[in-house]
């Protein structure tokens, strides 16, 4: 039986380094932030991480979920994949029943949790789908950049059709409001909403997203935060994380995955974390994959799932004292 309000960590894809990072990050967390957690995943797998990377497990660290058999690390198969759906099915429903109120994912593979019948193309759909979050936002949060996105796991074709105003601030206003609490900015909360052109269409000569979507997005976002908020956009994208970095703006607004993720891993990779905003519970994740060609070596970094732990018990704690 899991304990009321735990703090939940899925293993991930046992044939990659989920099972070893997460070993590692419990083994660096306080005692106090292990007694509230519950690992869901194969008990032999997560000792088997602690294994190749030289740490021990707490013998009270409670672990649970079905069994997935001999795991060749680096070898992703059928079972593999169904064991990281089963595990994340079952830190699903306990947090759908109040039993978890934060939740820790080690990365999966996408290419065989599908295989296995996820019907998501990830973490982030998912859980909103199964917690009935009507808007989340995929948000990466690090030491010098701060970046919500208003699309996700889309081609890039599909992108400029998929842009909104209303997502743009529904976005915005998940990104103010985690800031303002969560995250423990000072107001007034400084945002930035990237454009989607380069130049940020230089005035429509180079696409006019930013006219028709960005631009009133930035108004009408500005409008809903008030005083609470400074809002600035279009912004050129090359310049606008550049500014973040600088400490112009608590946070940014991107339009679609690579314009976020290629500065966020260049600047604060291994120490930036995958938050979902709009979920009942805190949602962290560490900002890699599953790092096949490391799995089993023991040479795989915890840095970011560490940092994932650490932002969710720093993020739970915050929303109790709300």
């Known amino acids: 039986m899991v304990a009321a309000m735990a703090i939940g960590i899925t293993l991930g894809d046992p044939a990659g380094i989920g099972p070893e990072v997460v070993a590692a990050a419990l083994a660096a967390a306080p005692p106090a932030v292990r007694a509230e957690v519950i690992v869901f995943g194969d008990p032999a797998c997560l000792a088997a ?23 060749v690390p ?18 699903i429903a306990a947090a759908q029943t109040g039993a978890i109120d934060a939740l820790v994912t080690a990365p999966i593979s996408k290419t065989w949790a599908r295989r296995a019948g996820l019907a998501f193309p990830g973490h982030t759909e998912l859980l909103a789908d199964r917690l009935g979050a009507r808007e989340v936002a995929m948000t990466f949060v690090g030491p010098r950049l701060v970046v919500a996105l208003a699309t996700v796991h889309l081609p890039l074709a599909a992108v400029p059709g998929a842009l909104t105003v209303e997502r743009i601030v529904a976005v915005g206003q998940l990104l103010a409001a985690a800031l303002a609490t969560e995250l423990g900015r000072p107001a007034p909360i400084r945002l930035g909403i990237v454009g989607l052109n380069p130049h940020a269409g230089e005035g429509g000569l180079l696409g006019d997203d930013e006219l028709r979507l960005v631009a009133p997005a930035v108004e009408a976002l500005a409008a809903s935060l008030g005083a609470a908020a400074i809002v600035d956009g279009p912004l050129v994208p090359d310049a606008a994380f550049r500014d973040a970095c600088d400490g112009r703006y608590h946070g940014l607004v991107a339009l679609y995955h690579d314009q ?11 120490r930036a974390v995958n938050v979902t905003l ?45």
Do not use: N
Not at 260 to 270: C, N, T, Y
Not at 278 to 305: F, M, N
């Open 74 to 91: 680096g070898r992703p198969d059928e079972r593999s994949g169904a064991a990281q759906v089963a595990w994340l099915d079952g830190a």
């Open 49 to 71: 991480g602690a294994r190749a990377m030289g740490v021990d497990l707490d013998p009270a660290l409670r672990c649970q979920g079905p069994a997935v058999g001999p795991v």
């Open 278 to 322: 709009g979920l009942p519970i805190v949602r962290t994740s560490p900002d890699h994959g599953t790092a096949y060609d490391l799995a089993g070596t023991g040479r795989a970094r915890p840095t970011s799932t560490v940092a994932a732990l650490e932002l969710a018990v720093a993020m739970r704690a915050a929303r109790g004292r709300r």
């Open 260 to 270: 976020a993720l290629i500065p966020v891993k260049l600047i604060d990779f291994e």
